[in-house]
């Protein structure tokens, strides 16, 4: 009897009860994906402003950009420095600190080169995804099948080719052989993509169960441009005339497909992919099917080893996060962005900021009355008055500066907007700036001292810390399924280029490949992700803490050295390094070798030492006569010496003795030849 289904889309054996399947699992999220409609609405300023029916064709419409500039400073903030890999040695010992380095070193490179291949900032989507809409969610796939398909084939044919060589050449052995395998597919390796992708998904775009263990089951839902998704799956799925997702065989031609999608306002399929513990479904609906019948086509199901058997949940590959996490069970408000209370303020103060420039645009230009001079019908027997305004309402006349008219022209009182409504803007302001407070802007006053300064920044920005715990808790669970898959998917060694690791013949950063096998992982997959959204003044305060918690021995060098971001291993090398070359006798054996390689000699000091020497029969400190070397001229070493005269006949048979228990090749004077007493 087989065994029956364990996964959480077990239960549903056709398109119809998978798509039912979907929209059980979407249902919930109703709420959260509208209410992160209504903030793109305000920050992209897309949302209209509020104003009354009658006055709407007059009014000049005015949409601030306080929320976008609001999140782009936080985004900005959090995201200024690349995340750094943190990894616990598991062996003790130069072993254990050297795999440390290599896995910080080579997951961060491999991190950078997964946003180089899919093109984007990985990172600033992700907190830029948190601060607007109050979720994250990154995706980490393996692609070994797309970027390493031809490898595995010039693997295959390589491997052959030499042991064919092993049975032709008798002087040529397996070994060499596995080497020379070894060599040939490691540098393949190197010139192809790297075969794990990451991306970010759009938070209204995941879907999911979750249980006590973690995530039973994940939807995603994303528009492919249909040619793309209709080519990426050429043989399984089809587009007929009305713009329906069928088998191929019932699909049109080619040439017909763009047809096929005039119909509709899109040019876009809808994907649907379901994961649970055991098997990845996707069902691709077009344009013409209707998803609540459940019309679309589902594509073979594809049995991954990403599940935890135990739990029947998923290790990955996806990975979500909060932006502020809240005690709420509402899907909606269980994480909320670091601007959702100040939503509707935003969208207020659009419509203050509206009613405020109609009042300017109405009454900037003046108008004017007409209105009879003083004393008009009153008897004057000197000179007559002007006659009287006699014209009817809304006459126009036009005046010419300088002319002399018979009646007096006023100003008329205008309208104003009232003092309330310059209250109402002034209240809309200051709420807002506890979004985003002017010290993080770097507006300050001129009577705040530094220290102050800095404490109100430090402060200001523990509202982000939430944000930046949940995104580093969420990107370290990323990396150690990265580590998982490299043992236990892939199976094979990956190359990365990044900085190399200092050690004590090579100090200084340089760049090279970064190997990364499962020998290397020893199913250890336990990683820490440090961002590190700090000014220069934060860091100064945190040296003194850690130097202060150093001499009270509260922490250890290494605790110190990790919690600001260095390396152990990498610190260590190098101060011994520095301690070694600061040492007198490695900087006099070094100066030694540098001078005798230039072939330097004291010039001075060796005329000092002919001119103390006394020659035969003069006086020292007096130049001999004829002595090379006089005033002005060089002296040439050994120029002048005394040269001794040549040995007499018989000194051979007397010197003979005096070889006797010396030192082989050293003559020595014989007791003859010495001089004795009173001669």
């Not at 509709?264 to 209707?290: A, F, H, K, M, Q």
């Not at 898959?485 to 950063?509: F, M, N, S, W």
């Not at 390689?597 to 004829?626: C, F, H, N, Y």
Request: charged share 25%; hydrophobic share 35%; aromatic share 8%.
């Amino acid at each position: 009897m087989a065994e029956a289904r364990r996964g959480y889309t077990g239960r549903a054996g056709d398109t119809k009860d998978l798509l039912g399947l979907v929209r059980d699992v979407m249902a919930p999220f109703q709420a959260r994906n509208q209410l992160m409609q209504y903030a793109d609405e305000i920050i992209f300023m897309d949302r209209e402003v509020e104003i009354p029916d009658e006055y709407r064709d007059t009014t000049l419409e005015v949409r601030l950009p306080h929320a976008l500039h609001t999140v782009n400073t936080i985004a900005a903030a959090l995201s200024v420095n690349p995340p750094k890999i943190h990894f616990d040695p598991v062996t003790i010992g130069d072993t254990g600190l050297r795999n440390q380095t290599l896995r910080e070193k080579g997951f961060e490179a491999a991190w950078e080169r997964q946003q180089h291949e899919s093109q984007r900032r990985l990172t600033r989507q992700l907190v830029y995804s948190q601060v607007a809409k109050g979720e994250a969610v990154a995706k980490t796939i393996p692609r070994a099948r797309r970027a390493w398909g031809e490898y595995y084939e010039y693997a295959g044919t390589t491997r052959r080719e030499l042991y064919d060589r092993v049975e032709r050449e008798h002087d040529y052995s397996y070994e060499q052989s596995d080497a020379d395998y070894t060599k040939l597919t490691e540098e393949y390796k190197r010139n192809i993509p790297y075969p794990i992708a990451s991306m970010d998904v759009p938070p209204e775009n995941f879907f999911y169960v979750q249980g006590e263990d973690g995530y039973t089951c994940i939807v995603e839902v994303k528009d492919v441009d249909y040619y793309t998704c209709l080519e990426r799956y050429k043989g399984e799925i089809g587009l007929s005339k009305n713009g329906k997702v069928v088998p191929a065989a019932m699909g049109v031609s080619v040439e017909h497909w763009r047809s096929s999608m005039k119909g509709s306002n899109t040019l876009t399929l809808r994907v649907y992919e379901v994961w649970d513990s055991e098997y990845c479904r996707t069902c691709i609906c077009g344009p013409g099917d209707n998803f609540l019948r459940g019309d679309g086509h589902t594509l073979k199901e594809w049995k991954h080893n990403y599940g935890i058997r135990e739990t029947n949940t998923l290790r990955g590959p996806y990975f979500h996060c909060f932006g502020v996490s809240t005690s709420s069970r509402r899907v909606e408000s269980q994480g909320l962005s670091l601007i959702f209370g100040f939503l509707r303020m935003y969208e207020m103060l659009n419509s203050f900021i509206t009613m405020q420039t109609q009042t300017a645009y109405r009454y900037a230009y003046t108008a004017y009355k007409r209105k009879p001079q003083p004393g008009l019908g009153l008897a004057d027997g000197v000179m007559a008055l002007a006659p009287g305004v006699e014209s009817q309402d809304g006459q126009k006349f036009k005046i010419t500066p300088g002319s002399i008219v018979p009646w007096d022209l006023d100003p008329i009182e205008l309208g104003k907007g009232g003092i309330d409504l310059e209250k109402m803007i002034a209240f809309a302001r200051e709420t807002l700036n506890l979004a985003l407070p002017a010290v993080v802007q770097g507006v300050v006053s001129g009577d705040e001292s530094g220290y102050a300064l800095n404490q109100a920044s430090h402060l200001a920005r523990l509202l982000w810390d939430p944000i930046i715990d949940n995104l580093e808790f969420m990107l370290s669970g990323r990396v150690g399924f990265e580590s998982w898959l490299i043992e236990h998917d892939l199976c094979e060694a990956v190359y990365v280029l990044g900085e190399l690791p200092a050690t004590a013949r090579r100090r200084a950063p340089g760049r090279g490949w970064l190997r990364l096998g499962p020998e290397d992982l020893h199913g250890n997959h336990t990683y820490h992700v440090k961002l590190e959204p700090m000014t220069p003044t934060n860091d100064l305060i945190q040296l003194r803490s850690a130097g202060e918690a150093l001499r009270l021995r509260i922490k250890t060098p290494r605790e110190v050295i990790e919690d600001s971001g260095g390396n152990y291993d990498e610190n260590r090398e190098e101060w011994l390094v520095y301690d070694i070359e600061q040492d007198p006798r490695v900087k006099g054996d070094r100066i030694n070798k540098v001078l005798q390689k230039l072939d330097i000699r004291d010039e001075e000091a060796i005329r000092q030492a002919l001119t103390a020497m006394p020659p035969s029969g003069g006086v020292p400190g007096q130049e001999p006569m004829g002595l090379p070397g006089g005033a002005g001229l060089p002296v040439e070493p050994g120029a002048g010496l005394p040269v001794l005269p040549p040995p007499p006949p018989n000194a051979a048979e007397g010197m003979q003795p005096g070889l006797v228990g010396g030192v082989p090749g050293t003559p020595t004077v014989p007791q003859a030849m010495l001089p004795q007493p009173g001669m």
